[in-house]
T-cell receptor
Framework: GDSVTQMEGPVTLSEEAFLTINCTYT??????LFWYVQYPGEGLQLLLK?????DKGSNKGFEATYRKETTSFHLEKGSVQVSDSAVYFC????????????FGTGTKLQVIP | SQTIHQWPATLVQPVGSPLSLECTVE??????LYWYRQAAGRGLQLLFY??????ISSEVPQNLSASRPQDRQFILSSKKLLLSDSGFYLC????????????FGQGTRLTVV
């Protein structure tokens, strides 16, 4: 079945540091890939998405590229801010059937001033 | 525009008591609906999904059940709560027939005491 593996956290960075959160996936066909963000006590918000190979999703300075050859969708940001502190989830939606969304375990990011 | 409502936001229930969490979606028809649980320090686990009224699929055997009495209403229930049912429950919806993202409610924090 489909699965998503993302790097363990927590990740602690200083403000303005470069961020990378690794994500790899296993799926049949051509899934869509997503990054969601969860701020404390809240639900999940879509951060960015990519629906086909080589697509780059971007939002709020974050970006991720759909790499089918390496089955990866790593999240990057050039300069993090304290307000980026949250839990980040990599996810995929399968290309067939009932459109199940499969999530990684989440990576907690803490940005310190 | 589409919106998703989930309530209550927080709930404290004694062991052995019943549970009913409700989720409704507005602004779309025949959505796929999902219930997820996020246990403390863990990722998101898909509990149930529904592709139509009265159609419920369970991902994992457990003490919970789900129902979809109307097109845009999804209810999560239990007859007798266990301590292990504590967690953060999230309802989500997605368009059918398209490989797009899922949209999440704000979640319900359930504590079983």
């Amino acid at each position: 079945g489909d699965s998503v593996t993302q790097m363990e956290g927590p990740v602690t960075l200083s403000e303005e540091a470069f961020l990378t959160i690794n994500c790899t996936y296993t799926a049949t066909g051509y899934p869509s890939l997503f990054w969601y963000v969860q701020y404390p006590g809240e639900g999940l918000q879509l951060l960015l998405k990519a629906t086909k190979a080589d697509d780059k999703g971007s939002n709020k300075g974050f970006e991720a590229t759909y790499r089918k050859e390496t089955t990866s969708f790593h999240l990057e940001k050039g300069s993090v801010q304290v307000s980026d502190s949250a839990v980040y989830f990599c996810a995929l939606m399968g290309s067939g059937g009932y459109q199940k969304v499969t999530f990684g375990t989440g990576t907690k990011l803490q940005v310190i001033p | 525009s589409q919106t998703i409502h989930q309530w209550p936001a927080t709930l404290v229930q004694p062991v052995g008591s019943p549970l009913s969490l409700e989720c409704t979606v507005e602004g779309t028809s025949n959505p796929n609906l999902y219930w997820y649980r996020q246990a403390a320090g863990r990722g998101l686990q898909l509990l149930f999904y529904s592709v139509g009224i009265g159609q419920i699929s369970s991902e994992v055997p457990q003490n919970l059940s789900a129902s979809r009495p109307q097109d845009r209403q999804f209810i999560l229930s239990s007859k007798k709560l266990l301590l292990s049912d504590s967690g953060f429950y999230l309802c989500a919806w997605a368009l059918t027939g398209m490989n797009t993202e899922a949209f999440f409610g704000q979640g319900t924090r359930l504590t079983v005491v």
